[in-house]
């Protein structure tokens, strides 16, 4: 653990048990929680599919915690996760949260955090048998000052580290160190809008392996994008950010990106017990497997969510996505691979007492590929409950 970091737990730490015993009612939830899982391809196959059972125990503690003008949030989650044939894949996550959302006077604000998580990769870009769990650490810092009554300026920083256990997918270890400014227009109902520049250098220290060539996917990607958050009523609130990015590669630039990015959402609240999020994006992101350093994914999603009763809550969620893996390093001697995934996925949750949740999903994919191979379809079921303490 870097220096920063312990700075940052540290100081949420002191901060909370400063606090704890003025802690106000259910500031801090300990939990409890355990899921049952049958996937019908769990390595996502097109022939020959393979199905398990996964079990998975939680135990953690959520706090969130008000301090005068001081705003504390923390998660520490532990969990262990079996499979019932493929014994081999069973592993011990974790998922821990320190952050800092801190005030000072009028005009400062900002965040200051730190999180770790620990879980096993997706098998959909692997496809085998193979027991990666990754490790991932985000330390982050910002501070916004009010130098008008309607503007704000920001500055930020964070790094963020990727490992793999798996020495086949150690190519995919990164480290990326990003900086961002902004500038927002604050209205009088405290919406915003404004204007977003964003750096982010990434490196990937191992080299990539393909036909006896090794290949550099190190890069750096420059943002400007213009951003919004706004309510306009107290049921519908609109977030977005839209802008042109640009990536560049260490190695082999005509796999290069420029291009218009960004992600749009809206959130509606209707007649009190019925919720709809949705949202689309033109987004370039990283990859789990496979030789591309990053794919450019656009999509749609649509995710109701309705309060039947004070206990019962019935939740839905539609999406389609595009995936155009333009990083692949052997850009221009091969056909580069698209997907088209299809996800649909139904829950229902139920609360007999008020520190007891009991759920119900079920949700299918379907991925279509130009390459050989690469098509599944998937389902899975999972019930569960959580108990609050």
């Not at 996760?81 to 800092?100: A, E, H, I, K, V």
């Not at 949700?363 to 079921?381: G, W």
Request: net charge positive.
């Amino acid at each position: 653990m870097s220096k920063l970091q312990t700075v940052i737990l540290l100081n949420c730490g002191l901060l909370l048990a400063g606090s704890a015993l003025a802690a106000p009612e259910d500031a801090i939830r300990p939990y409890a929680s355990y899921s049952v899982t049958r996937d019908s391809n769990l390595f996502r196959l097109q022939d020959n599919p393979e199905s398990d059972v996964l079990k998975r125990l939680e135990a953690g503690v959520d706090i969130d915690l008000p301090i005068s003008r001081q705003h504390l949030l923390a998660r520490a989650n532990v969990s262990n996760t079996r499979f019932n044939r493929f014994s081999d894949l069973g592993y011990d996550g974790r998922d821990l949260l320190g952050q800092w959302n801190w005030q000072l006077g009028n005009l400062w604000s900002g965040d200051l955090g730190y999180s770790n998580t620990r879980t096993l990769a997706s098998f959909a870009d692997i496809q085998q048998r193979l027991q990666n769990v990754r490790t991932q650490q985000r330390a982050f810092a910002d501070a916004s000052y009010r130098l008008h009554p309607d503007w704000r300026v920001s500055a930020g920083t964070s790094r963020y580290d990727l490992t793999n256990s798996a020495g086949s997918q150690n190519y995919l270890d990164r480290t990326e160190d990003a900086a961002e400014l902004g500038l927002q227009y604050i209205s009088p109902t405290s919406s915003t809008v404004g204007l977003q520049l964003k750096r982010i250098d990434g490196n990937l220290p191992n080299r990539e392996l393909i036909s006896s060539i090794l290949y550099d996917n190190s890069y750096r990607q420059t943002e400007l994008n213009a951003t919004a958050n706004w309510a306009f009523s107290g049921n519908s609130r609109f977030t977005g950010r839209l802008g042109y990015t640009r990536r560049k590669h260490a190695q082999v630039a005509e796999r290069d990106f420029s291009g218009i990015a960004g992600r749009l959402g809206m959130n509606w609240v209707m007649a009190g017990k019925t919720t709809v999020d949705a949202a689309v994006w033109r987004e370039v992101g990283a990859v789990e497997g496979g030789s591309s350093s990053y794919v450019l994914s656009s999509g749609a999603s649509l995710a109701p969510s309705w309060a039947a009763t004070s206990k019962l809550t019935v939740q839905g969620r539609i999406s389609y996505q595009k995936y155009d893996y333009q990083g692949d390093p052997r850009f221009i001697n091969v056909q580069l691979r698209k997907d088209t995934v299809r996800t649909l996925a139904v829950g229902a949750f139920y609360a007999p007492w008020r520190s007891t949740r009991l759920g119900l999903n079920f949700q299918t994919d379907r991925r279509d590929s130009n390459t050989a191979q690469a098509d599944y379809r998937a389902n899975s079921v999972t019930a569960s409950v959580r108990v609050e303490f």
